[in-house]
């Protein structure tokens, strides 16, 4: 596609409720990031797609959370159990190789 | 951990001036990228500058960089309101093959 595409672009879920959120990157980019934004703060990386190599996982909070990509298209980040502390912007990004394209995120609200 | 570190938080100027916006790292790094961020989503990528570049300008931007202080600077020129936003310095690592580490950001406010 034209841009980097995420949904839902909001999600408001009950604690302990599980969440799949989806990210569809531009066609053709190697590379698919995903970060996690809380209110008025920088991003905070959480995991890395590369290819078809092994995905750098380092900056996942817990073991709640899980993602996964089909070959060089979409993604899934999945956080079960959801915990207040959860609530944020989920965005993904893809590159290849140079500056990152974001999509738009999804405001994940965890009540 | 945070590798990038803008100064100031946050910035308010008059449309018409410069708006300047330092960052500071702390490894050596293979790229330096700054980001725009309006209304907290999606990021724009706005100029990537390498490690053996010094200066790089695109339209009203210009972007330094100082490998031996471990820092950068964003210069937008001629503010206007429509520059508001949030801007982040992002850094990859020397190893090349490194997701992105961004700062806390700089919230600029161009007040017309």
């Known amino acids: 596609g034209a841009g980097v595409s995420q949904s839902p672009s909001n999600k408001v879920t009950e604690k302990g409720k599980d969440v799949e959120l989806r990210c569809d990157p531009i066609?053709?980019?190697?590379?698919l990031y995903w970060y996690r934004q809380r209110l008025g703060q920088g991003l905070e990386f959480l995991i890395y797609?590369?290819?078809?190599?092994?995905?750098?996982k380092s900056g996942l909070p817990s073991d709640r959370f899980s993602a996964e990509r089909t070959g060089e298209s979409v993604s899934t980040l999945t956080i079960q159990r959801t915990q207040q502390e959860d609530s944020a912007v989920y965005l993904c990004?893809?590159?290849?190789?140079?500056?990152?394209?974001f999509g738009s995120g999804t405001r994940l609200t965890v009540v | 951990s945070q590798q990038g570190e803008e100064d100031p938080q946050a910035l308010s100027i008059q449309e018409g001036e410069n708006a300047t916006m330092n960052c500071s790292y702390k490894?050596?790094?293979?790229?330096l990228q700054w980001y725009r961020q309006n209304s907290g989503r999606g990021l724009v990528h706005l100029i990537l500058?390498?490690?053996?570049?010094r200066e790089k300008h695109s339209g009203r931007l210009r972007v330094t960089l100082d490998t031996s202080k471990k820092s950068s600077s964003l210069l937008i020129t001629a503010s206007r309101a429509a520059d508001t936003a949030s801007y982040f310095c992002?850094?990859?690592?020397?190893?090349?093959?490194?997701?992105?580490?961004f700062g806390k950001g700089t919230r600029l406010s161009v007040i017309a």
């Open positions: 990004a893809s590159s290849n190789g140079g500056g990152y394209t």
């Open positions: 066609s053709g980019h190697t590379a």
């Open positions: 797609f590369q290819g078809n190599s092994a995905p750098d």
């Open positions: 490894t050596s790094i293979n790229n």
């Open positions: 500058i390498r490690s053996n570049e």
């Open positions: 992002a850094t990859v690592r020397l190893s090349g093959n490194t997701p992105l580490v």
